[in-house]
T-cell receptor
Framework: ETGVTQTPRHLVMGMTNKKSLKCEQHLGHNAMYWYKQSAKKPLELMFVYSLEERVENNSVPSRFSPECPNSSHLFLHLHTLQPEDSALYLC????????????FGSGTRLTVV | GEDVEQSLFLSVREGDSSVINCTYTDSSSTYLYWYKQEPGAGLQLLTYIFSNMDMKQDQRLTVLLNKKDKHLSLRIADTQTGDSAIYFCAESIGSNDYKLSFGAGTTVTVRA
């Protein structure tokens, strides 16, 4: 248990489906992140939330929609995805200042068919 | 811009030392990090170094930082089979200490 829990661990969805990824942390962190991990590519920062406000959206297509209802929970709503969106989606949390680094969840392995 | 580069693969014999190298671009980075990812898991923070340091040692891990060349390395002494994983280098970006830019990861394979 890393302190950051992601569900589901695996997800297969069709291109017309709507699904949501969930992330939860009880570390008292005030910043949360979504990253996309594709094979042999740098982790791609998708969204950053600090104190429940979105502070960064890195040109992510609108078919990905984040939601942060409180400082402990982060969602990524998925709609009309493409096969190239298949990847490992990682959630992380941190304190928004200082050297603490990130605590990552184990990720959701997403396959779009 | 933010660009962290590292070699993709490293093979090392059990008991030898491993050295993983990384270059970064943001000269204003305050912290530089090494993360480890084992199969089926998220990234785990291994160690970090503050930008005004040039070396940090933590048990079998030694981090060297050359700020002039923007070069970071991680040395693992007495490499074990459990060290087989993907290792990611990351830099904090500008004044946002909490925002990190990651490399693509180096896959370390430890052979008997």
């Amino acid at each position: 248990e890393t302190g950051v829990t992601q569900t589901p661990r695996h997800l297969v969805m069709g291109m017309t489906n709507k699904k949501s990824l969930k992330c939860e942390q009880h570390l008292g962190h005030n910043a949360m992140y979504w990253y996309k991990q594709s094979a042999k590519k740098p982790l791609e920062l998708m969204f950053v939330y600090s104190l429940e406000e979105r502070v960064e959206n890195n040109s992510v297509p609108s078919r990905f929609s984040p939601e942060c209802p409180n400082s402990s929970h982060l969602f990524l709503h998925l709609h009309t995805l493409q096969p190239e969106d298949s990847a490992l989606y990682l959630c992380a949390s941190s304190q928004d200042t200082g050297s603490g680094g990130y605590t990552f969840g184990s990720g959701t392995r997403l396959t779009v068919v | 811009g933010e660009d962290v580069e590292q070699s993709l693969f490293l093979s090392v014999r059990e008991g030898d030392s491993s050295v993983i190298n990384c270059t970064y671009t943001d000269s204003s980075s305050t912290y530089l990090y090494w993360y480890k990812q084992e199969p089926g898991a998220g990234l785990q923070l291994l160690t970090y170094i503050f930008s005004n340091m040039d070396m940090k040692q933590d048990q079998r891990l030694t981090v060297l930082l050359n700020k002039k060349d923007k070069h970071l390395s991680l040395r693992i002494a007495d490499t074990q089979t459990g060290d087989s994983a993907i290792y990611f280098c990351a830099e904090s970006i500008g004044s946002n200490d909490y925002k990190l830019s990651f490399g693509a990861g180096t896959t370390v394979t430890v052979r008997a």
